[in-house]
């Protein structure tokens, strides 16, 4: 059997639970092209790979031509990998063959996708398609549209109490070169894992999310301008600091940051304006810098 190099990223994210597959199952594409896109797992064995004659067809470059199959085995349903190139992975592990149970993640290229299996499998569908909503599928935290939801309650809270309110923008310093040096994959791989490593310096009040691309948002109930600055600085330590390594690559990564706090005349859209030309300043001032 050959094996399989590993060139992939790999992206957590939660089971539904752990029971075994039913007669109704499917896959549900929660990040890349057709985000949403439903494929029905009741037509016996089903190819996944770049090929037209995939009956999932993933084009491209990252995805061998028949890539993985899904089939079933008895009772259960079995995802295989086909000898590709750059691996197919369920849950952080790259497999040769993998029994799949509900939630299961399978990412094949930059492509994931969510293996569900129920009673009512509509119900699970419609309910990870409202998941989708609001979470980033890569990152695995809140995307930019619950971000403009929350943002817009904390600044009327704020407002509303005479709370403070702090609103950190920043993005990833020449992430282009990284993509370009290093290939997408790699790409991908430094947004999840930089989402990983700041997200576990947050407090469970504040929320963070990723603005678009290579930006994020966090926002910080109740924390002003001194206590936000000082935060910004030390997230931005920690990305220095922190080990991004892909396929025994070391990737040296920094951020630039803007902080905004809330002041009395503000709405979510001034706020973060007021944000996102700070974080221009630190653009401009060279980098890897905090600017409020």
Known sequence: MATARSKTIVTVISKIAERGAGKAACLVVIYGAELGRKYNLDIGDVGIGRSS???????????????????????????????????????????TEHKLADGDLIKIGRTIFKFLSTGNIENAYHEEIYRLTTVDGLTQIHNRRYLLEQLDREVSRARRYRRELALILFDIDHFKKINDHHGHLAGDYVLKQLATVIRAKIRREDIIARYGGEEFAIVLPEIG??????????????????????????????ISIGVACS??????????????????????AGRNCVKS
């Open 53 to 95: 004659k995939s009956a999932v067809q993933v084009d491209q470059e990252a995805v061998s031509r028949n890539h993985a199959k899904i089939a079933r085995v008895g009772r259960s349903i079995v995802l295989k990998d086909l000898g590709s190139t750059n691996g197919t992975y369920v849950n952080d592990k790259q497999i």
């Open 225 to 254: 301008r001194d206590k936000g600055i000082a935060f910004a600085n030390k997230i931005r330590g920690l990305v220095e600091k922190a080990p991004f390594r892909f396929e025994d690559t070391k990737i040296s990564v920094t």
């Open 263 to 284: 002041q009395d005349d503000d709405d979510a859209g001034i706020l973060i304006k007021r944000a996102d030309d700070k974080l221009y300043e630190a653009k401009a």
